[in-house]
């Protein structure tokens, strides 16, 4: 992340020289060029690094509509894009720890039938005694080790990146935004109440 804020911010400095004796509606588009590549890029590196700054891009472009200005909005939306799963070998000790001795009572399909920024989920059924009577079919949602605490760094940089390309208003209350999306999170994060809520 530190890698791609950098390499923004060398292309902010050069639209700005390159563009400073242009006419305000070329200055614009060539403005519009510098944030699709930005936004492109990040999308890119974010798929790759999961977590919460890909997932608070996701909130906030969902009501960017209403506040944010047409060039943020879009660029946000780029990390709306499907997000690859992580490796199952990399899944197995997450399962391991929360199952204990009930992981091996467990028939897993490796490949997950959903994955997302904040977790992924695979396909289980729970191993009968009797062959010819399987067991209940379960889904199992599987949160990647790491992202609760990252939650405050990660809308931390994600705001600073925002400010960086100059993508929120001057009078815009970024404070009251960060905030809720911080609350979403923790929520989409809590898999029991989700779980309750379900039932």
């Known amino acids: 992340l530190t890698k791609f804020t950098l390499g923004a911010t060398s292309k902010v400095l050069g639209h700005n020289l390159s563009t400073l004796f242009d006419e305000t509606d070329l200055k614009s588009e ?9 936004a492109k890029n990040l999308s890119q590196e974010l798929g790759e690094l999961k977590g919460s700054l890909m997932k608070a891009g996701q909130m ?3 009501y960017g509509e209403l506040f944010l200005p047409p060039e943020a909005n879009e660029f946000l939306k780029t990390l709306q894009s ?4 992580v490796e ?3 899944i197995v000790p997450i399962l391991k720890n929360e199952f204990a001795e009930k992981f091996n009572s467990l028939e897993i399909e490796e490949n997950p039938i959903g994955a997302a920024s904040l977790g992924q989920v695979h396909r289980a059924r729970s ?8 067991g209940p079919e379960l889904a199992l949602k599987v949160q990647y080790p790491g992202v609760e605490k990252a ?5 931390k940089s994600l705001r600073s990146l925002l400010k960086l ?6 009078d815009f209350q970024a404070d009251v935004l ?3 999306v911080e609350t979403m999170l923790r929520q989409e994060l809590d898999y029991k109440l989700e779980q309750e809520q379900t039932k």
């Open 82 to 85: 499907q997000s690859p799963p």
């Open 60 to 62: 906030i472009s969902m």
């Open 178 to 180: 960060f905030e809720e």
């Open 30 to 38: 060539k403005w519009r060029l510098v944030l699709s590549q930005s």
């Open 151 to 155: 939650i405050k760094s990660d809308l």
């Open 88 to 90: 199952f070998s990399q």
């Open 127 to 134: 191993r009968n005694h009797d062959p010819q009577t399987p």
């Open 165 to 170: 390309l100059n993508l929120l208003p001057s």
